[in-house]
């Protein structure tokens, strides 16, 4: 069975400053990678996901990650923190391959909450 | 275009009611999702629907919970005597993935539906 570790519940920067989030997977295979984003009282949006091709991957809003095989993690950063990155982030992992029966279904780590201070 | 809806945004129940939650994919998308999330956690995955057949509902609680997709399009979850421990959010995803998620395709997400019971 899959599993994702969010290290650290929540992460405080001030603005300006380098975002860090933690995501580590458990999986025997590679899973395919996700991160999302959450505002109060919104849906989840998809940040970036890696499937296959280059390790480093650039999403929406400056976001980047890179998923490093060899320490199971895939962890988010940011190079300067903006109040509106103020949310909740999620990783999420996704088993590979075909004919399995996943059908895509994610499994989440528990949320590391941002937190941007002036 | 429209993203994914849900319907009601917010629904209180007493103890013992049944509930429904509605949710509207984007169309034409094949595959959905529900997820429920408690409070301060990850979402976690109740059933998978590839058109109108319900392929996985591995996540399920308990009996008490029933998911239907009859025309392949809009979805309901229903959860009957309801208790205190089904208070979460309830979220909907779609993705055009034919369903076996060989591909990473992403989950766009509906805002959810908050149920507290009482």
């Known amino acids: ?118 | 275009g429209a993203g994914v809806s849900q319907s009601p945004r917010y629904k209180v129940a007493k103890r013992g009611q049944d509930v429904a939650l509605r949710c509207d994919p984007i169309s034409g998308h094949v595959s959905l999702f529900w997820y429920q999330q408690a409070l301060g956690q990850g979402p976690e995955f109740l059933t998978y629907f590839q058109n109108e057949a319900q392929l996985d509902k591995s996540g399920l609680p308990s009996d008490r919970f029933f998911a239907e997709r009859p025309e392949g399009s809009v979805s309901t979850l229903k959860i009957q005597r309801t208790q205190q421990e089904d208070s979460a959010v309830y979220l909907c995803a779609s993705s055009s993935a034919a369903g076996t998620g060989v591909f990473g395709e992403t989950q766009y997400f509906g805002p959810g539906t908050r149920l507290l019971v009482l």
């Open chain 1, 1 to 118: 069975a899959q599993s994702v570790t969010q290290l650290g519940s929540h992460v405080s920067v001030s603005e300006g400053a380098l975002v860090l989030l933690r995501c580590n997977y458990s999986s025997s295979v590679p899973p395919y990678l996700f991160w999302y984003v959450q505002y109060p009282n919104q849906g989840l949006q998809l940040l970036l996901k890696y499937t296959t091709g280059a390790t480093l991957v650039k999403g929406i809003n400056g976001f980047e990650a890179e998923f490093k095989k060899s320490e199971t993690s895939f962890h988010l950063t940011k190079p300067s923190a903006h109040m509106s990155d103020a949310a909740e982030y999620f990783c999420a992992v996704t088993p590979q391959g075909a004919g399995g029966t996943s059908y895509g279904k994610l499994t989440f780590g528990q949320g590391t909450i941002l937190t941007v201070h002036p």
